[in-house]
């Protein structure tokens, strides 16, 4: 099912996607893990199916154990579907790539490297000209607000700022989707909202197609074009929200819009009856 809602007076509406093949598709998907001593089956997943088309940002919002971040594993082949395709402009999944950049739920950072070395390590690596991933890495700094700190040390910096050099991290090698898992979980209430707002402004400069993993139903509705809701495990798609609020969002504006309430009341509803 899907909720279509019109946004209120002063809103710019999001503009539709242009009907092209879809970047990320998953048809009728399972995944199903099996413990090594006992044999147990757990199914995480079962019959998910839905696409992304390019430049969206997709959440994935459902309750805690649903498999969430199951599809970022298989979307970045760290698993593969027990049933199911799995597509990436129409050819299957069959390895990591950079195309598919992840942002875990913690920063994970090297802490022996500052955080200009932890950023573009995975360039450093691949044997990228200084003069090519520099610019890139100047640019994400200033873009994430790290300007100033580029020869701190992980421990030196907030936990905020350090998930901030972990999206630079993943965003250097200029990936076409962008996965990420719940990456602002841990942050207290004020600094969350800074880190939203902030990818907001950074997505819109790179427009790289993201899919956001988020128990949060204020997060996805402040961040995403299309919202979907799994159930609980396994995880399918329940509902599908397409967002009727214009990208350049204030997170004031949407609380005091009666359509935000509205959808956000409807999704508790949705959450709650899984």
């Known amino acids: 099912?899907?909720?279509?809602?019109?946004?209120?007076?002063?809103?710019?509406?999001v503009q539709a996607a242009p009907l092209t093949e879809p970047l990320i598709v998953f048809e009728d998907v399972a995944k199903r893990f099996v413990e090594g001593r006992t044999g147990r089956v757990t199914t995480a997943l079962e019959h998910l199916t839905f696409s992304v088309r390019e430049g969206e940002f997709v959440c994935l919002l459902g309750p805690s154990g649903c498999g969430k971040s199951s599809v970022l594993d298989l979307l970045c082949d760290f698993e593969r579907p027990s049933e199911g395709h799995i597509r990436v402009e129409s050819a299957p999944v069959k390895a990591p790539?950079?195309?598919?950049?992840?942002?875990?739920?913690?920063?994970?950072?090297?802490?022996?490297?500052?955080?200009l070395d932890n950023i573009t390590f995975a360039p450093r690596l691949a044997g990228v000209p200084a003069a090519i991933y520099r610019p890139r890495a100047d640019r994400l700094i200033a873009l994430m607000g790290l300007a100033g700190f580029e020869s701190h040390a992980p421990y030196e910096l907030s936990g905020g700022m350090r998930q901030r050099a972990a999206i630079a991290r993943a965003w250097i090698s200029e990936p076409r989707m962008l996965m990420m898992d719940e990456p602002f979980g841990a942050l207290d209430a004020q600094t969350r909202l800074?880190?939203?707002e902030q990818l907001l402004v950074a997505r819109e400069a790179t427009s790289a197609t993201v899919l956001f993993v988020t128990h949060d139903i204020e997060e996805a509705l402040f961040l995403a074009d299309r919202i979907l809701v799994l159930t609980r495990r396994p995880?399918?798609?329940?509902?599908?929200?397409?967002?009727?609020?214009?990208?350049?969002?204030?997170?004031?504006?949407?609380?005091?819009?009666?359509?935000?309430?509205?959808?956000?009341?409807e999704v508790l509803k949705e959450l709650r009856s899984r």
């Open 97 to 115: 790539g950079p195309d598919r950049g992840i942002v875990f739920q913690e920063a994970l950072l090297f802490p022996w490297l500052t955080v």
């Open 194 to 196: 800074s880190m939203q």
């Open 1 to 13: 099912m899907t909720i279509q809602m019109t946004a209120s007076p002063g809103l710019r509406p």
């Open 235 to 265: 995880g399918r798609v329940a509902r599908e929200i397409v967002v009727p609020f214009g990208r350049q969002r204030k997170y004031e504006a949407l609380l005091a819009d009666p359509i935000f309430t509205q959808i956000k009341r």
